[in-house]
């Protein structure tokens, strides 16, 4: 593998942004959208950062992806709301759902906001993380099921039927940081399976099955028509399957008749509502603290809690730049160039 | 295996709630119990079910239970609350939180309440049903942690710090069953250990560790000082952090100094508040029925919705009787005798 090309956040984020106001988006949204990504590849999750802008060009192009969409509320009771993203950009959709679920928690004391006609609404985490740095508590879940449709079957299913379907949660803390949980709701990503796939390599028992259903661990049987499986069996098609169900069914303007769904449901809980907030996050501190004084197990140097490796990621992607390979630093600076966006200097 | 004996549902549940007033309950708590524990024996979760009486009466009698505790709402906004279950039965704390919560929903859309001083609050699924039947999706969930606390270690850690922190989701439908998932965090229940330790069968690997943290599959190890592994690594261990963050933090007077914490929250939304009741209800038909109809996997019969196993273990209960091992029928009939309560008739 060549040597990573390494980028400062703040120039990466502006050339970003650029790229986006250039390709038709508002100032404003488009800032929301460079925030976004370039926070991903800070807090390590690349596959969610600028090697996308390439993809969402694409969409624009081809007239899937509306980048001047700006999200309206459509519906809204004291504390919850429907949000049209007008088919714009996903992480402006959600980043604004989020703010009307933070405005209804602060008023009634909790939030639940769905989303109709939204793109790619990116890392769920970042959300999260968003909601905590305001103090409130969330829960954002994005769900797609119906025949063919993503990579993973149903418990005990032989077909494709749902997409990853992940769930991600934020807890506000005081001194400690905040918990963010962000998985996916299937056994290993797909980006896994290519890997070992490039490799050659044997996948864990227990992650895919061939597409008839049996089990395998060759990764190729995932490209010749296999699956991927549920995280924990019944447990994660249970988390799957709900979330795919309130998506759809929290955002349906006419009822499906082929079994397709899909939508995003953000939720903000205000700890306020429930006493003194320094009580609560004192709470989750203390609580927190308990946690990672665990004794770890062999092979484990502590015990993390969840964020607490995005956070690490973060301080040392801010301060040594964000690494990028280089084909998908030519792709990005190459599109850039064409809409005559400045390129952001390589620190290395 | 001694033959189990049969005893219909309904004289089961008289005789449950006969047994709770003699011990001091009012009707209409004991009345609420009794149809929570029958409940759970008519879904198939014996474990949760009648089972559980000699302990709750030990419990009254040690003063650890207030039989006569009655639930009541300590402070609320215009879409959560708090209700301080005063110590009773926690299948009365959890049944009148969900009440307030639907009551919440009913009016600003969704409700979150949190519940301190409760006790074992039975299977969550239970609430999950009788949301759905009143037309609610709903969220349950219950967490605890603290050193040595439960049988579960943290992912990558090496003692015991957290329970087996359920979560359980409902989603009502309109002509499909509705959806109820529930599930512990823990790869498996400790029941099933204990049941291959009297087999003296050994284990799945990845299920538990020693008290060292090393894997084992020797269910003797798990009561050594060992572990159970949360499902799906750090999948169920930020699900269950979660659990007992918000459990704790959302019912905390005083913050704790000692990592301990636990607690309950139940959440309803109304699907009237984002469209018409018929659009939501015949989007979850179709998106079931589509789930349903996907081909089985070798070694199944067919898919499942969440909530479907119970649902057929009602029919069948509900036509042919409970089944009750005789030692546990034994102590159940024994104390019914001494309170003087007549014991239910067997069916065989």
Redesign the interface.
Known sequence: MAAMHLVASDPLEAMTAGIFEAAGTPADLAAEVARHLVSANLAGHDSHGVIRIPAYLQQIESGRLAADGRPVVV?E????A?VDANRGFGQVGAAHALQVAIG??S??????V?IRRCGHIGRLGHYAETAAAQGF?SMIVYGN???GTGLT???????R?LGTNPWS?G?PSGETQP?V?D?ATT?VAEGKVQVARAKHAELQPGQI?DK???PSTNPEDLYAGGMLLP??G??????S??A???G??????????????AGVVV?A???R???ALE??T???D??????E??????G?E?????GGPEAASRASRRANGVPIAPDTWDVISGAAAKLGVAVAPLLA
Chains 1, 2 share one sequence.
């Not at 349906?252 to 008749?257: F, G, N």
């Not at 502590?302 to 969840?306: E, F, N």
């Open positions: 519906h009771t004291a504390a919850t429907i209804k928690a008023s009634a004391g909790a939030g639940v769905s508590i099921m119906g025949p079957a149903p418990f005990g299913g032989a077909r039927h949660f807890v918990v949980v998985f056994v099955v008839d259903g049996h995280a924990a019944h447990k994660g098609y249970g988390l399957l709900v795919s169900l309130l759809a069914g929290l955002t349906a303007e006419e009822v499906p008749d082929n079994g397709v769904g939720m809980i205000d700890p509502a429930f006493g009580t609560f004192a709470t989750i203390n609580l927190s603290a308990g946690v004084a665990v004794a770890p197990a062999p484990f502590k015990v993390l809690l969840p």
